[in-house]
């Protein structure tokens, strides 16, 4: 037996971990953090139903019929049609996606420019980047990313929206997975989290209410005189008029609108506000994916410069960039030399802040034309469960002149592709990780190829560059060679230490240079960094009302709107889908869809289920397990009850990723964030019927 160091790649934290050889060099052990996701690497490997060899489709789209041919014609066949594409409509006419994994994105996106395409895509078209936009164009930088590391010094913890425990590893063993002595904590939910039982104050909202119940706090922080005036003197852009905007939120108008006790509104507004240091602890997605999702996230981070919290130690810090591998992907040469991004034309904010075009348009491209048309298709890691309204997401994929796909299942995605390739998992692959860690310190590693692909899997990463060399770019594409493409990244690592990254398995840990600016200027403390710089924004403050919106046709002020579709809104559509229908909730025995084929992991999840309070379910005549259908003007999709008084009233709360019981085809597609274009998967209307009494006792199908 032997033994070889790795990272794990269940989620982004890259964990170290242990893998144990065989005499043949089969991996037989795996050991690492004390995480479900870390040990069911082996039961990927060797799934029996994993993609193995090159595959082209024989029958319909959709069919799952396929035959098994040679990586030289699967290659030769993708680089065929990639060139007739650019030949015929041009090179923007091709699209190329990354879903999960992430690390072969730097050579995808490389390859999708230098062929001269600007529409390359990924999953962060719903997920994340609205969160850093929206702090980018308020405070210059990002916030949410540092928000989940503990400090001491914090006495009051908001908890956003996000549930540690199902969310962030190591899980229930993570630093502010439970309420602290002396710390006291508020927590934001529509649903009971273990934090929630914990807290001071549980404000359970109605979804999509977010940014009515941050412009209520303002409100009353300004009203008692809570506010950190000094601050907002000196820092501060449209204070003022902000100000005037959160006295239309009186706390009767707040707690009505998000269906809470208005002693409980004034109760969290104080703690927050009178117990500083106060940090929020936010989610990637849990306030941005609603249709005035940007605006709502503004609403609720500028809480913390309202009251001086804001990167002061134990409140919610600064993100400061780290040494990074230098850039190979190419995204200089796509915003100087080629045509505008898909996205570029609606949501010029979010683009002007991310290197790359909006996925939740590529529906609309496919099928109408708008805003540019999309002829054929490259992906990795692409499951149209990942877009609202997912049965569309499904037919574009049907409409394609061409589509070829890698990854390790087969899913509704890869069904309807003409080529779909297998994928190398992330121990069949080497790479070089940058994890950005916390607001100071991040890592670098080199991530060796632990053991041999089976079957003639193959990295995503030395797929592209294959095809860059057989669209004639060899000189660009390092002429295939995988590892000369990590090493060019890895020239933007100091000398000093990259030999270092690549032998030392427990990798390199580096600081921020914004640590030494501070001591240089006589800043012992490492936070409040804008006092050297200011704030990278418009005015060089905090912008409460933001120059950057309005010159892109926005309100600048982070402004409430009800959601698209709501009892509010939409009340003839709420008589007949009276319950708001909302959904995502982490849990750590699955990340979206990836867990589902992994028998290990379904013991704990062996259900879609859809939670629905007691009072509800009583209505309906429905009980615990029992079959039912969840509908919207969508479609109608079969899920499992499950029902308790950890749910609010009024509110169904549905498990996301299921490819036989996708709430995304419930989901709205046409009442996108007009900033970002995020869908609102977490505030919708829905109606649950009851189909029969309990479910079947089996492991649904994956697939």
């Not at 702090?135 to 990002?142: D, I, L, R, S, Y």
Request: aromatic share 8%; with cysteine.
């Amino acid at each position: 037996m032997a033994t070889v160091k790795s990272t794990c790649y269940e989620c982004d934290a890259n964990c170290a971990i242990d893998v144990t050889l065989d005499n043949t060099g089969e991996p037989v052990k795996i050991d690492g953090p004390d995480c479900p996701r870390c040990y069911v690497q082996l039961d990927r490997r060797n799934h029996p139903e994993r993609l193995l060899y090159p595959l082209r489709r024989t029958g319909p789209r959709g069919s799952g019929e396929f035959e098994r041919i040679s990586w030289d014609e699967a290659l030769d066949t993708i680089a065929e049609h990639l060139r007739a594409t650019r030949e015929e409509h041009g090179a923007p006419a091709a699209a190329f996606f990354a879903g999960y994994t992430k690390e072969a994105r730097p050579q995808l996106q490389r390859l999708a420019h230098a062929f001269g395409s600007p529409n390359y895509l990924t999953e962060s078209g719903c997920c994340f980047s609205s969160t850093k936009v929206a702090e980018e164009v308020t405070f210059g930088t990002k916030i949410k990313t540092s928000s989940t590391v503990a400090s001491d010094a914090t006495r009051c913890l908001l908890v956003w929206s996000t549930n540690p425990r199902g969310s962030i590893p190591p899980f229930h063993q993570h630093a502010l997975a439970a309420a602290r002595p002396g710390c006291a904590t508020v927590v934001v939910d529509p649903r009971v989290t273990p934090l929630a039982e914990q807290a001071e104050v549980h404000l359970q909202i109605r979804p999509g209410t977010d940014g009515a119940l941050a412009l209520g706090m303002h409100h009353l922080i300004f009203e008692n005189g809570w506010q950190d005036q000094a601050f907002l003197d000196e820092w501060g852009s449209g204070v003022e008029a902000f100000r005037e905007y959160v006295a239309e939120f009186p706390p009767e108008r707040v707690a009505a609108i998000c269906g809470i006790e208005e002693a409980d509104l004034k109760r969290a507004a104080e703690l927050y506000a009178t117990r500083s240091p106060a940090q929020i602890m936010l989610s990637p997605t849990a306030t941005v994916q609603h249709s005035n999702g940007f605006q709502n996230h503004r609403a609720v981070s500028l809480l913390a410069a309202v009251t001086g919290n804001i990167d002061r130690e134990g409140g919610n810090r600064f993100f400061n960039d780290k040494v990074t591998p230098k850039p190979i992907d190419l995204f200089d040469h796509c915003k100087q030399n080629l045509p505008p991004r898909i996205g570029d034309e609606t949501f010029p904010v979010w683009t002007a802040h991310w290197p790359a075009a909006q996925s939740m348009l590529l529906p609309d491209a496919i099928l109408d034309g708008r805003p540019q048309r999309v002829h054929a298709l490259l992906a990795i890691g692409i499951n149209t469960a990942m877009w609202p309204n997912s049965k569309r997401m499904e037919q574009a994929l049907g409409a394609l002149d061409f589509f070829a796909v890698s990854d390790f299942f087969h899913n509704p995605a890869t069904r309807m592709a003409d080529i779909v390739l297998p994928a190398a998992t992330s121990l069949e692959r080497p790479a070089l990780i940058a994890y950005p860690g916390c607001n100071f310190r991040g890592e670098l590693r080199y991530r060796h190829q632990a053991v041999a692909p089976r079957g003639e899997a193959r990295a995503d990463a030395e797929v592209f560059l294959e095809l860059g060399v057989r669209l004639g770019m060899g000189e660009q594409f390092w002429n295939g060679d995988l590892e000369a493409s990590w090493a060019e990244a890895a020239e933007g690592i100091p000398e000093t230490i990259r030999e270092q990254v690549y032998n030392d398995p427990d990798g390199v840990t580096v600081f921020a240079k914004a640590l030494d600016d501070l001591v240089e200027h006589g800043f012992e403390e490492g936070d409040r960094q804008y006092r050297l710089h200011g704030f990278r924004t418009v005015s060089g403050k905090v912008e409460f009302d933001a120059a950057e919106l309005r010159e892109a046709g926005h309100d600048g002020l982070p402004v409430w709107r009800e959601p698209a579709e709501s009892p509010l809104s939409t009340p003839e559509l709420a008589r007949d889908y009276p319950l708001v229908l909302t959904s995502g909730a982490r849990h750590k025995h699955a990340t979206h869809s990836q867990h589902q084929y992994l028998e290990r992991m379904r013991r704990a999840m062996p259900e879609p289920l859809v939670e629905l309070n007691p009072t509800d379910a009583a209505a309906r005549g429905i009980a615990d397990g029992d079959t039912v259908e969840v509908r919207s003007p969508r479609g109608r999709v079969a899920f499992v009850a499950k029902v308790t008084d950890r749910i609010k009233p009024g509110v169904a709360h549905c498990q996301h990723g299921w490819n036989h019981a996708n709430i995304n085809e419930l989901t709205d597609d046409r009442n996108l964030d007009p900033i970002s274009g995020f869908p609102a998967f977490k505030s919708l209307l829905c109606e649950v019927e009851r189909l029969r009494a309990g479910h079947e006792e089996r492991l649904p199908e994956a697939g």
